[in-house]
């Protein structure tokens, strides 16, 4: 019994009974081959011509080849079959072209907030959101920051001031006269090596701010000039031994060992040389100690030497020196290089006029130097002065008794650059003078660190007083 219920083929050809089901090679037997391709089939008028063109027909019309053969690439690559898992795993971005459907935000809802959203947690995420945003900003910040620290605290600070182009350090010299083992007249004791400490500490801490170079001249050298009795008259030849020293400095500062530097913060070029001409004056009259008659009036000089002012140009200015209630003073002064500061050298020091004059000069080479002025038109062109109190302030005792002249003395709301103790081993204090103005100077120099601490010491001090009078008024 057959399981097939379809009719059976014919025998002779007659194929299957469903019509389009009859194959052409029914005649054939396994053995052979098929006479005909696909490709040599033809089709007519959409009906099959010939034996078994029907299926082959049907084939190739359901898979829409028409007389190709039966291959297709279709949906059979890589990005074809993957196309949309690749599509789904790449980001959307939402240009704006279209409308946005996506339900708009509810405020507080589906955020986490630290500690239950307390107002704490707001602040601290905000300003977490805030250095999120400005952390370009801050990371500048903190680089200037940064090589503001390095420029001062590596030598760099002192190589950019000395540099001759940017701070000009270079161009200046600082001469200090330091009194080690004593002149030949005089021995030294405690409170006078005490004194040399601390004005050549002083000095030295000026100088390394500002890129200065420092010459500490040994006054024990003096015993070379002794069998002439010609101390106090080595400023002169100290002053040209250093322009040899120094050849590409420009000026020079002597300065005697009881003057101290009250405001280190002042350089010499703000203080006073990046506007010399306002910081000097070429008139003695300005302020005349010495009632000396100036300028001369003799017909066969040349205008300049007839002007009470010279030549009005700074770049003449060779010698700059401040006055004092008795005249000249050269505790604290400068010299500039030039060709007329070697010859105002060479006659300042020239023996002839300290064989006639030392018996007459009480001051030695300060007086030589007002006789060359008052006599010499040529040294007048040249100097300028400058205000007592620029660079050579007198303390209370010096110059009078009461210490209240405006042009000499010196005025802590005013913050002199420097004061200089002169005479004070005529019958003062001369330790207890320096020691006095070092510790007005670190006072009046401290950090805001260091003010905030003296503050509180201070207040503390009061509290602690106070209450200890209380108790005593109550024992």
Same mark, same amino acid.
């Given at each position: 019994? *057959?399981?097939?219920?379809?009719?059976? !083929?014919?025998?002779?050809?007659?194929?299957?009974?469903?019509?389009?089901?009859?194959?052409? &090679?029914?005649?054939?037997?396994? =053995?052979?081959?098929?006479?005909?391709?696909?490709?040599?089939?033809?089709?007519?008028?959409?009906?099959?011509?010939?034996?078994?063109?029907?299926?082959?027909?049907?084939?190739?019309?359901?898979?829409?080849?028409?007389?190709?053969?039966?291959?297709?690439? =279709?949906?059979?690559?890589?990005?074809?079959?993957?196309? %949309?898992?690749?599509?789904?795993?790449?980001? %959307?971005?939402?240009?704006?072209?279209?409308?946005?459907?996506?339900?708009?935000?509810?405020?507080?809802?589906?955020?986490?907030?630290?500690?239950?959203?307390?107002? $704490?947690?707001? $602040?601290?995420?905000?300003?977490?959101?805030?250095?999120? +945003?400005? =952390?370009?900003?801050?990371?500048?910040? $903190?680089?200037?920051?940064?090589?503001?620290?390095?420029?001062?605290?590596?030598?760099?600070? +002192?190589?950019?001031?000395?540099?001759?182009?940017?701070?000009?350090?270079?161009?200046?010299?600082?001469?200090?006269?330091?009194? @080690?083992?004593?002149?030949?007249?005089?021995?030294?004791?405690?409170? /006078?090596?005490? #004194?040399?400490?601390?004005?050549?500490?002083?000095?030295?801490?000026?100088?390394?701010?500002?890129?200065?170079?420092?010459?500490?001249?040994?006054?024990?050298?003096?015993?070379?000039?002794?069998?002439?009795?010609?101390?106090?008259?080595?400023?002169?030849?100290?002053? +040209?031994?250093?322009?040899?020293?120094?050849?590409?400095? /420009?000026? &020079?500062?002597?300065?005697?060992?009881?003057?101290?530097?009250?405001? !280190?913060?002042?350089?010499?070029?703000?203080?006073?040389?990046?506007?010399?001409?306002?910081?000097?004056?070429?008139?003695?009259?300005?302020?005349?100690?010495?009632?000396?008659?100036?300028?001369?009036?003799?017909?066969?000089?040349?205008?300049?030497?007839?002007?009470?002012?010279?030549?009005?140009?700074?770049?003449?200015?060779?010698?700059?020196?401040?006055?004092?209630?008795?005249?000249?003073?050269?505790?604290?002064? &400068?010299? %500039?290089?030039?060709?007329?500061?070697?010859?105002?050298?060479?006659?300042?020091?020239? !023996?002839?006029?300290?064989?006639?004059?030392?018996?007459?000069?009480?001051?030695?080479? @300060?007086?030589?130097?007002?006789?060359?002025?008052?006599?010499?038109?040529?040294?007048?062109?040249?100097?300028?002065?400058?205000?007592?109190?620029? #660079?050579?302030?007198?303390?209370?005792?010096?110059?009078?008794?009461?210490?209240?002249?405006? +042009? #000499?003395?010196?005025?802590?709301?005013?913050?002199? &650059?420097?004061?200089?103790?002169?005479?004070?081993?005529?019958?003062?204090?001369?330790?207890? /003078?320096?020691?006095?103005?070092?510790?007005? *100077?670190?006072?009046?120099? %401290?950090?805001?660190? /260091?003010?905030?601490?003296?503050? #509180?010491?201070?207040?503390?001090?009061?509290?602690? @007083?106070?209450?200890?009078?209380?108790?005593?008024? @109550?024992?």
């Amino acid at each position: 019994m *057959s399981l097939s219920r379809s009719p059976s !083929p014919r025998a002779g050809g007659g194929g299957w009974s469903s019509p389009g089901l009859t194959s052409p &090679f029914d005649t054939l037997s396994g =053995r052979s081959s098929p006479r005909k391709a696909y490709g040599d089939l033809h089709i007519s008028n959409g009906g099959p011509i010939g034996n078994g063109v029907t299926w082959a027909s049907a084939k190739a019309k359901s898979e829409e080849v028409n007389g190709y053969p039966s291959f297709s690439t =279709r949906n059979n690559g890589f990005f074809s079959r993957n196309a %949309r898992k690749i599509s789904s795993s790449l980001p %959307r971005f939402n240009m704006g072209s279209g409308p946005s459907y996506a339900e708009k935000e509810k405020l507080g809802r589906g955020r986490w907030y630290p500690n239950g959203g307390s107002r $704490l947690a707001r $602040l601290k995420t905000l300003l977490a959101s805030i250095t999120r +945003r400005m =952390r370009l900003r801050i990371l500048l910040v $903190l680089g200037i920051i940064l090589a503001f620290i390095l420029f001062y605290v590596t030598p760099m600070h +002192r190589l950019y001031r000395r540099t001759s182009f940017l701070g000009g350090g270079s161009k200046f010299v600082v001469v200090l006269a330091a009194n @080690q083992g004593g002149g030949v007249m005089e021995w030294k004791g405690p409170r /006078e090596w005490a #004194i040399e400490r601390d004005s050549v500490k002083n000095k030295k801490k000026y100088v390394a701010k500002w890129g200065y170079d420092l010459e500490i001249v040994d006054m024990s050298t003096k015993k070379r000039y002794a069998h002439e009795w010609r101390e106090s008259w080595e400023k002169v030849d100290t002053m +040209r031994n250093c322009m040899r020293k120094y050849p590409e400095a /420009e000026w &020079f500062w002597w300065l005697d060992l009881n003057t101290f530097i009250m405001e !280190p913060s002042y350089s010499l070029q703000s203080h006073i040389f990046n506007h010399i001409s306002k910081n000097t004056y070429r008139d003695i009259n300005d302020y005349n100690p010495l009632n000396i008659s100036h300028p001369f009036a003799e017909a066969y000089l040349d205008p300049i030497s007839r002007s009470a002012t010279g030549d009005n140009c700074t770049t003449s200015i060779d010698l700059v020196v401040p006055q004092d209630c008795g005249g000249f003073n050269l505790g604290s002064f &400068f010299l %500039r290089r030039s060709a007329w500061t070697d010859r105002l050298l060479d006659i300042w020091w020239d !023996p002839v006029a300290y064989e006639q004059k030392h018996m007459e000069w009480e001051h030695k080479e @300060q007086d030589a130097l007002e006789h060359l002025y008052s006599t010499q038109p040529w040294i007048r062109s040249h100097t300028a002065f400058i205000p007592q109190r620029k #660079i050579n302030s007198f303390p209370t005792g010096a110059c009078g008794e009461n210490g209240e002249d405006p +042009r #000499i003395h010196y005025k802590e709301q005013d913050r002199d &650059f420097v004061v200089n103790m002169a005479g004070c081993e005529w019958g003062r204090d001369c330790w207890g /003078e320096m020691y006095n103005f070092r510790e007005l *100077s670190n006072k009046l120099n %401290r950090t805001p660190w /260091e003010k905030f601490k003296d503050g #509180i010491s201070d207040r503390w001090k009061a509290m602690t @007083q106070s209450k200890n009078e209380g108790e005593e008024k @109550q024992g």
